[in-house]
């Protein structure tokens, strides 16, 4: 089943301790992105990616680091985590950029 | 600044009337514009997409959308709303030759039996 996965599903923290998201896709796509999820604020792109060590930031980049050093696999790395951080994270990916993206089911993180 | 509007933060009708989920867009150039839906405790899943073409685009589950130029809007329509319609609906647009994607602030759906 094609399909975008992220783990874990939730999360709950303390501030300052290193955190990643792992976020892996099966549909051998090109375009990987990640997004976060803030009520009233809808989905703000944080990263993304068009291609193997190829990244580059989106709006809300601060406070994250992504790689990509596999097509399949962008792991969202949260190195100091701070409680403004707390939200709903989406995985994402698409085979070129005019195709629709596919979501991962999301990870609520809190951090306290 | 570029940004996605969603105006409405939630639009109520009864089933088996008409929707529309209203989307404008102040972005540079000609940008590929899509139509998403949320359910409770799911990623977005894709409706319809408009990259060029015919201004009225059909989707999935009934839905279709209405480019205009002009008015840079893409409006998300359905002729006869269902109650499993009822979910967040986000209208999203990406720069062409890149990957930036914008995304509205979604406007919830109630439609009443």
């Known amino acids: 089943e094609a399909q975008v996965t992220q783990n874990p599903r939730y999360l709950i923290t303390v501030t300052g301790k290193k955190l990643t998201v792992t976020c892996s896709q099966n549909?051998?796509?090109?375009?990987m992105s990640w997004y976060r999820q803030d009520p009233g604020l809808g989905l703000r792109q944080i990263y993304y990616?068009?291609?193997?060590?190829?990244?580059d930031k989106g709006d809300v980049p601060e406070g994250y680091k992504v790689s990509r050093k596999e097509k399949r696999n962008f792991p969202l790395i949260l190195e100091s985590p701070s409680p403004n951080q707390t939200s709903l994270y989406f995985c994402?990916?698409?085979?070129?950029?005019?195709?629709?993206?596919?979501f991962g089911d999301g990870t609520r993180l809190s951090i306290l | 600044a570029q940004s996605v509007a969603q105006p409405e933060d939630q639009v109520n009708v009864a089933e088996g009337n008409p929707l529309t989920v209203k989307c404008t867009y102040s972005?540079?150039?000609?940008?590929?514009l899509f139509w998403y839906v949320q359910y409770p405790n799911r990623g977005l899943q894709f409706l319809l997409k408009?990259?060029?073409?015919?201004?009225l685009v059909k989707g999935s589950y009934g839905f279709e959308a209405e480019f205009n130029k002009s008015q840079t809007s893409f409006h998300l329509k359905k002729p006869s709303a269902l109650v499993s319609d009822s979910a967040l609906y986000f209208c999203?647009?990406?720069?062409?030759?890149?990957?930036?994607?914008?995304f509205g602030a979604g406007t919830r759906l109630f439609v009443k039996a």
């Open positions: 408009y990259i060029t073409g015919d201004n």
């Open positions: 999203a647009v990406r720069e062409t030759g890149g990957f930036k994607t914008l």
């Open positions: 549909m051998n796509h090109e375009y």
């Open positions: 972005v540079s150039g000609n940008p590929y």
């Open positions: 990616s068009m291609n193997v060590e190829v990244t």
């Open positions: 994402a990916s698409s085979f070129r950029g005019h195709q629709p993206q596919h």
